[in-house]
């Protein structure tokens, strides 16, 4: 059964090619806008270093971490640089009346 959508941030809050942090009592995730305006969240540290991905870079659909350089893609989870090597949990995400809000599984 799935949960209800959580709101994460305002669409307008979040440049294209940018990222905002977004936590919870139980996790903490990254917010992610796309140069296309498309919008992602992933869970917030990196599967290798533990940094938070929010701090990191995005340039197109990748993220880059801020600690090792590794690199995500922010629609997939899969890593695309070393030394990420396990892939990121990418949950279901959808703008709804200006409000960036996902949910997860």
Same mark, same amino acid.
């Given at each position: 059964?799935?949960?209800?959508?959580?709101?994460?941030?305002?669409?307008?809050?979040?440049?294209?090619?940018?990222?905002?942090?977004?936590?919870?009592?139980?996790?903490?995730?990254? &917010?992610?806008?796309?140069?296309?305006?498309?919008?992602? @969240?992933?869970?917030?540290?990196?599967?290798? #270093? $533990?940094?938070?991905?929010?701090?990191?870079?995005?340039?197109?659909?990748?993220?880059?971490?801020?600690?090792?350089?590794?690199?995500?893609?922010?629609?997939?989870?899969?890593? &695309?640089?070393?030394?990420?090597?396990?892939?990121?949990? @990418?949950?279901?995400?959808?703008?709804?009346? #200006? $409000?960036?809000?996902?949910?997860?599984?």
């Amino acid at each position: 059964m799935s949960q209800d959508w959580i709101v994460a941030c305002d669409f307008a809050s979040i440049a294209a090619n940018d990222v905002a942090r977004f936590d919870t009592a139980e996790a903490t995730y990254a &917010v992610i806008k796309t140069k296309d305006g498309t919008c992602s @969240v992933i869970d917030g540290l990196c599967t290798h #270093g $533990k940094a938070h991905l929010a701090e990191g870079f995005v340039d197109g659909t990748t993220i880059e971490c801020p600690k090792h350089n590794g690199r995500f893609n922010v629609l997939t989870g899969e890593p &695309v640089a070393s030394p990420v090597r396990v892939a990121t949990t @990418v949950y279901q995400t959808r703008v709804n009346d #200006g $409000k960036i809000e996902f949910r997860k599984p």
